[in-house]
């Protein structure tokens, strides 16, 4: 009596444990079923004249089966001068906030030449919401003199959920979800 009370404790046991296990695979399979996913795309096309002038086209695309709330969407084109060492490594990280760079925590990044600052630029203000399988699109002009290159970045800022007391505390605590692209284009 006493081995068959033992095979039915690890039964239950096994049994819990799988169905733990199975709601858990379960929960995760749901959850990134309705994440937000966007795809964000910088194509840069030259105009065929001596201005140097390039038309930036700028993609968001909800790949997604949810919506989005739009929070904020910026673009950020920064100027920098050809560097007149080869060595250098230019970086494709692209700053939205000024004086802020990732690069282990320093000021600046030692290995690029400095930049004239500009604040990003936001677009896409009337769009609150992007749907599934949308693509917002827009097309900017920019110039870009001899001996420079610039280097774009397209932000996201957004959040998926359609509570309204979900979307005030993502506000109130600057919690969201966030997708950023850059770009780095020489005169051709």
Excluded: H
């Excluded at 296990?21 to 001596?50: C, M, N």
């Excluded at 739009?70 to 060492?85: C, D, F, G, R």
């Excluded at 990732?102 to 749907?131: A, C, D, H, R």
């Amino acid at each position: 009596m006493n081995d068959i009370s033992q095979i039915l404790s690890v039964t239950t046991d096994i049994l819990a444990i799988t169905a733990l296990l199975t709601g858990t695979v379960l929960a995760i399979i749901v959850s990134v079923q309705y994440a937000p996913f966007v795809k964000l795309r910088i194509l840069p096309k030259w105009l065929d004249d001596d201005s140097g002038r390039v038309i930036l086209r700028l993609e968001i695309e909800n790949i997604s089966k949810v919506k989005i709330n739009n929070q904020y969407i910026a673009l950020q084109v920064l100027e920098y001068p050809l560097p007149k060492n080869s060595s250098i490594v230019i970086s494709e990280w692209v700053p939205f906030v000024e004086g802020k760079y990732q690069k282990l925590g320093s000021e600046e990044p030692p290995e690029e030449p400095k930049q004239k600052w500009q604040k990003p630029v936001p677009i896409f203000t009337s769009t609150k919401t992007i749907y599934p399988s949308e693509i917002l699109s827009v097309e900017r002009s920019y110039g870009c003199p001899k001996d420079s290159f610039l280097k774009v970045g397209l932000q996201l800022k957004a959040t998926s959920s359609n509570s309204k007391f979900v979307q005030w505390v993502t506000r109130k605590l600057n919690w969201a979800d966030q997708w950023t692209t850059t770009a780095i284009i020489f005169r051709e």
